[in-house]
């Protein structure tokens, strides 16, 4: 038969439904009459022959089904009434139901949120077209990818593996276009750059590799698409408008497509420049400098039918005529293709680790999530056992019954899908405007596309089949009849199985997740009110770039002393100070060899060590908060024409002296071989990260060593939003057109806060599933173990068992399990932990807090799982029971 | 009932179509006819006979009307239809071959040397 047929079939019984079903029912009825009739016709009374009719007939329900399903009608027909049978099932057990698509969409929810992230940073992190032939280039030798300009240029001339050979950097600049300046992350490219990755303009045009003739020949900007939205309110009549960068005009050109925000991930900028005008924004032209690599990446399509094994070769191979024909600036360096979204395998190699793992685990997760209602599945068609013996003394099919069961397991976990998606959907729309890191153009690009959407059905629909086969055997072995007469009869198991061992694998997760998110919140805690050697509370940060006003050289420092006057005078600011990168605000602050005074060599080899520079103004310690232990500090007269003196660290001393007693008044020596003295100790602090050690860091006056970059340090117990506005508007009046950013300090230290942050958060989160999934788990097998054996705890109180006995009788298995898991876990856990201090600030199982709370929290789990079924065991009434059955 | 053969499966449809190709049938004459022409000799599940029957309607191989019978009372009749009697002379044929492959393979006797 044709399929056309078929589905006119189809579509015809289904509209005809109700007349096809009288039609059946009125052919068998007729049947029955006649065989009534010729019954009748041999002797036997009407009525009995009516009765001897319908008893030879057999069970007509059986035959109607068989009747529409020959019709071919059948299969949405049975549907719609497995669906109203589930529906109603379902409705009659609410808190089954709601435990089972809780579970299941908080699984899955994770595992689609999950994806979400993988599919966005691993599997597809560029919309670009042929991204898979998207390399970037980077040299094995110091895991880096940057490049001077004219390396970039020979780069790119001479190797023949490419089509062709972008690179970037990344700037900040202050945009000025009438209103008020502010400030702003870009890229600045090479003129080749869209047209390499083949990106095509959503508005104007794009800049080319003609634009570029020579040093700041191509004043133009591309806008990104949000920035144009947001600057700019999708204005189309920007496109040839002049706007200042940095008090240079540049001309906005064109706008980029929504989905391109450059190449690396988490990065958006505000917009492009074509990097031969970095001069104008960076104060400096490095164009010829081949010793400045300041270009942050180079990247580029291979040629068809070379392999990136052998474009890298190729690099090489221009790398090394490099090196004969530069020596004093290049090294013998190889080079390596990788993808350019995570900064190859810098960051894309952990990420990946990461990711895969925790999809491992949220896989883990559903699975567990799939198994436990599966036993909860089982346990329930165990207590339905009467009613599907009974379906099937009437004549229903095993696979009818089976049916019936896939449809309520499948509207089970097609709930929890729909339910997790929908969750997952709103988070990731949360994260995507999430930003933890203001002052940095931080972007997650997870967006819940066709992928995300497909691996959730697909999780939906297997974890649906997945549980709902648990029962299958059951129900094929289903003897109606032995069941109808003997009751749902309980074999006591003493056998380990798979379930069992799932249950206790699942526990032992639980408690070690357990055990790991109360270390990481009590390292949290601890990192809140660290001792950092300085104090972040009611610290202000203003942070901005001398060059974005257009300030140069000597005017840098003189700038500066009037913005810290101007400070003084805000109302309520007790102290200020300035410091070029507040510490615990980046995990990058710049450092440099330091020697010591006696050595003569200053080779790189004979470094005593590498000491970070912080450069400040005088006041910045008492700012800051930081205790001086012996010396003094910098001061006002420790300027230019002044010897070079210094502020360290005791870390510094130790390293340097020998002890950090007797270090002031000492001297050491810089790279340039410059003597600086040591005129004040100060104590150790963290600077880059929470979970480092002890660092060598020197403070130098930044009357002595200028810096741009800026952030001024207010001390001040005022409420922070007022202080903000004062403090704008203190700004404006010294300088108008200096763009800043405004943050307290506490809030700028997220940064360093983030990972101790996220790892609490996703352990937090991943250690409430768990737990509820043990729960769940610890209450399906609890619940089974209790219906099972209603009545052999029946007959045991009826003997005179008491409460103690029966519940040992009835949980006791339930609970050597969780008892069994968590002992596991806890000893897991207090092992994880040596992980976590990588990450955690101070992270420590001897912690009395962290094994009480665990065990307590494990404890509590288990009550709470098996306090339904024990109540049930309890009301075990012998005689209800007995006679019951 | 002990020397009537159970039907062996797929010859219900043929034996249907042989019945109604002798003339239009209602449900229960379609029993009769074939209780009759295999003089009594196969049991058919009267209620699994309507499954067949629709099926064949679907296939277009029998067509369905409903009419008065005999006794008077309304019931559903079934003609063959030109479909319908090319399959029956195919499926004979094909019931015949059967038949004679496997009456001669029980046949054999054993190959003297």
């Not at chain 1, 947001?230 to 204005?235: A, G, K, N, V, Y």
């Not at chain 1, 050109?253 to 925000?261: E, I, W």
């Not at chain 1, 600077?687 to 810096?707: C, R």
Request: charged share 20%; proline share 5%; aromatic share 8%.
């Amino acid at each position: 038969m044709s399929l056309l047929t078929t589905f006119q079939s189809l579509a015809a019984r289904w509209l005809n439904r109700s007349r096809t079903s009288d039609d059946i029912e009125e052919e068998l009825r007729s049947h029955i009459q006649h065989r009534a009739d010729d019954l009748e016709r041999s002797g036997l009374n009407p009525a009995e022959a009516e009765r001897r009719a319908r008893i030879e007939f057999g069970g007509s329900q059986r035959f109607r089904e068989e009747c529409h399903e020959a019709l071919g009608g059948n299969f949405l027909e049975t549907l719609a009434k497995d669906v109203r049978f589930s529906l109603r099932v379902l409705r009659k057990t609410p808190g089954f139901t709601l435990v089972a698509v809780v579970t299941l969409a908080l699984s899955i929810g994770a595992n689609a949120v999950v994806f979400a992230a993988l599919n966005a940073f691993i599997l597809h992190p560029l919309d670009l077209p042929r991204a898979e032939s998207l390399y970037s280039v980077h040299r094995v030798t110091d895991n880096s990818a940057n490049q001077s300009y004219p390396d970039y240029l020979d780069l790119r001339d001479r190797n023949r593996s490419f089509e062709d050979l972008a690179g970037y950097n990344i700037l900040q600049a202050g945009v000025d276009t009438g209103e008020t300046p502010t400030r702003s992350w870009l890229l600045a490219v090479s003129g080749n750059y869209f047209d390499v990755l083949g990106v095509t303009p959503h508005l104007g045009r794009f800049f080319h590799g003609s634009d570029e003739r020579g040093a700041n020949s191509a004043p133009y900007i591309v806008l990104t698409h949000a920035y144009w939205h947001s600057r700019f309110q999708e204005d189309p009549g920007v496109i040839g408008r002049t706007v200042q960068l940095n008090k240079h005009p540049f001309t906005i050109l064109g706008v980029a497509p929504p989905a391109f925000r450059g190449t690396l991930l988490f990065f958006s900028p505000d917009f492009f420049i074509p990097m031969v005008n970095q001069e104008q924004l960076e104060g400096v032209n490095v164009l010829e400098a081949r010793g400045t690599r300041w270009i942050f990446m180079t990247m580029g399509h291979l040629k068809a039918g070379v392999t990136p094994e052998q474009a890298a070769a190729d690099f090489t191979s221009v790398g090394s005529y490099l090196e004969t024909t530069y020596p004093k600036e290049h090294g013998h360096w190889t080079y390596v293709l990788e993808r350019p979204s995570l900064y190859g395998e810098y960051l894309g190699g952990p990420m990946r680790a990461f990711l895969t793992a925790l999809m491992l685990l949220a896989g883990l997760i559903l699975l567990a999530a799939c198994a436990n209602l599966g036993s909860l599945f089982a346990a329930r068609a165990a207590d339905r056992s009467r009613e599907i013996a009974l379906r099937l003394a009437l004549g229903a099919t095993r696979l009818r019954v089976l049916r019936q069961l896939f449809t309520e397991a499948l509207l089970i976990s097609l709930m929890g899908g729909a339910l997790g998606l929908w969750g997952s959907v709103l988070l990731l729309d949360w994260l995507r405007a999430w930003n933890p890191f203001p002052q940095f153009p931080f972007y997650l690009p997870v967006v819940p596309d066709a992928y995300v959407f497909g691996v959730a059905l697909l999780l939906t629909l297997a974890s649906g089949f997945l549980f709902g086969a648990v029962p299958v055997r059951q129900v094929l072995h289903t003897h109606p009849y032995e069941i109808i007469k003997a009751g749902s009869t309980g074999r006591a198991g003493r056998r380990i199985t798979i379930r069992d061992l799932l249950l206790v694998a699942q526990i032992a997760i639980c408690a070690l997740l357990v055990t790991s998110s109360i270390v990481a919140v009590r390292g949290l805690e601890r990192s809140l009110h660290g001792d950092f050697g300085f104090m972040p509370k009611n610290a202000m940060l203003l942070a901005t770039h001398m060059d974005m006003a257009g300030y140069r050289g000597e005017a840098v420092p003189v700038m500066q002393k009037r913005v810290l006057e101007a400070m003084m005078t805000v109302p309520g600011v007790t102290s200020v100070g300035l410091v070029d990168w507040p510490p615990l605000t980046t995990g990058d602050i710049p450092g440099a060899s330091v020697f010591k005074d006696e050595t003569t060599d200053l080779r790189p080899a004979n470094a005593a060590v590498a000491s970070l520079i912080f450069k400040i103004s005088p006041e910045y310690f008492r700012t800051a908060g930081s205790v001086l232990l012996s010396g003094r500090s910098l001061t006002w007269q420790d300027d230019k024409d002044a010897p070079s003196v210094a502020v360290v660290n005791q870390e510094f001393a130790r390293r340097i002296f020998g002890s950090a007693v007797d270090a002031a008044g000492q001297y050491f020596k810089r790279r340039d071989g410059t003597r600086v003295q040591v005129v004040g100790i100060v104590e150790d602090g963290k600077y880059e990260s929470l979970t480092e050690g002890p660092k060598p860091v020197m403070f130098l006056s930044f009357l002595q060593s200028p810096s741009n970059q800026m952030s001024v340090v207010l001390r001040s117990d005022a409420d922070p939003q007022h202080l903000a506005a004062a403090i704008r508007s203190k700004l404006g009046e010294v300088d108008s057109g200096l763009p800043y950013f405004i943050q307290p300090w506490s809030q700028a230290m997220n940064l360093v806060l983030f990972p101790s942050q996220a790892a609490t958060v996703a352990l937090g989160i991943l250690g409430m599933m768990a737990a509820m999934l043990s729960v769940t788990g610890i209450f399906g097998i609890a619940a089974h173990s209790v219906s099972r054996r209603m009545r052999e705890l029946g007959i045991r109180m009826a003997l005179g068992a008491q409460s103690r006995e029966v519940l040992q009788a009835a949980l006791g298995r339930p609970f050597k399990l969780l008892a069994f898991g968590s002992t596991a876990g806890l000893i897991l856990g207090i092992l994880a932990t040596r992980v976590l201090s990588f990450i955690v600030y101070q992270a420590t199982p001897r912690d009395p807090l962290v094994l009480a709370g665990s065990v307590l929290a494990m404890f509590l789990l288990g009550l709470l799982a098996t306090w339904i079924p024990a109540q049930r065991a309890l009301s075990a009434n012998p005689l209800t029971l007995l006679r019951e059955e | 009932m002990s020397h009537q053969a159970q039907l062996l499966p797929g010859t219900l449809d043929l034996l249907i179509l042989k019945a109604v190709s002798l003339g239009p049938l209602h449900g229960y004459g379609v029993l009769l006819r074939i209780g009759q022409i295999s003089q009594q000799a196969l049991l058919i599940e009267q209620g699994a006979l309507y499954p067949a029957l629709f099926r064949l309607v679907r296939q277009g191989l029998l067509k369905a009307s409903w009419g008065t019978s005999d006794n008077n009372r309304r019931a559903k009749f079934y003609e063959l239809t030109v479909p319908g009697r090319k399959r029956l002379r195919e499926e004979t044929r094909e019931w015949d071959r059967l038949a004679a492959a496997i009456a001669s393979a029980l046949a054999a006797e054993p190959e003297k040397a």
